[in-house]
């Protein structure tokens, strides 16, 4: 997922782009309004999937900004600010953001709120029918393991292999993304559509169960203290 951050604290920005690298984004970072909105031009390459916007830029305010994001194009805006009054974040939610994260903030957090609106909205200038058209991947293929996604088929080496509707749905999701660590509570979230809180123990079941049944018991690493990836199997 291709991400903008618009920061003007090179410190700050530099400690949230190795964070969100760790996570699977391709971050763009930009240190001014002017900066973000040439990025933003068509012709700059693959769009971006979501836009972080900071409020306190040398050059116009991040609201000024938003307004002229939200005139060109409709990738989701999050406006990451120290700005907690309540007031800003009417006015910013108004002028088109997405969301409003308020520093200090939870990491963990700020990435559930950008896989959030990333989800909400299709790519700019498609719709939602179109950005889950002909384009999008009808099977993943990792070494001898087919998911049929339209079919919610599995199979290994050729052979069908039966998966609860939880299972398919946490084996697609991670191998969608070879080798991007996927933390738990984004797995819980996307998966269960639930909290983290409780649910923990559930994941692991899921997780030996798809070792088990596949018989690949490498393909899906734990990543301690993180979560999990699908790693691709060797040819």
Not at 3 to 18: G, N, P, T, Y
Request: hydrophobic share 45%; proline share 6%.
């Amino acid at each position: 997922m291709r991400l903008l951050l618009v920061e003007d604290d090179d410190h700050v920005a530099a400690a949230l782009a190795a964070v969100l690298s760790r996570h699977g984004f391709d971050v763009t970072h930009a240190r001014s309004g002017e900066e973000a909105l040439r990025a933003l031009l068509p012709d700059t390459g693959m769009p971006f999937a979501v836009v972080l916007l900071d409020l306190g830029l040398p050059d116009q305010d991040g609201f000024e900004v938003c307004g002229k994001i939200r005139k060109r194009t409709g990738i989701p805006v999050i406006m990451v600010t120290a700005r907690a009054d309540t007031r800003s974040k009417i006015h910013g939610l108004n002028l088109g953001a997405d969301d409003y994260v308020v520093k200090p903030y939870d990491t963990g957090e700020l990435l559930a709120r950008i896989h959030a609106v990333a989800r909400r909205k299709p790519p700019a200038g498609k719709s939602p029918e179109e950005a889950q058209g002909p384009s999008a991947p009808r099977s993943l293929r990792l070494g001898s393991l087919t998911i049929e996604l339209p079919n919610r088929e599995v199979s290994v080496a050729g052979t069908a292999v039966p998966l609860t509707r939880k299972e398919f749905d946490l084996l697609a999701l991670l191998a969608q993304r070879p080798g991007v660590v996927f933390r738990r509570e984004q797995i819980i979230s996307e998966v269960w559509q639930t909290s983290w809180e409780g649910t923990g123990r559930t994941l692991e079941v899921h997780i030996a169960s798809l070792r088990a049944k596949l018989r690949m018991p490498a393909l899906i690493e734990t990543v301690r203290g993180v979560g999990y990836k699908i790693v691709v199997p060797a040819r």
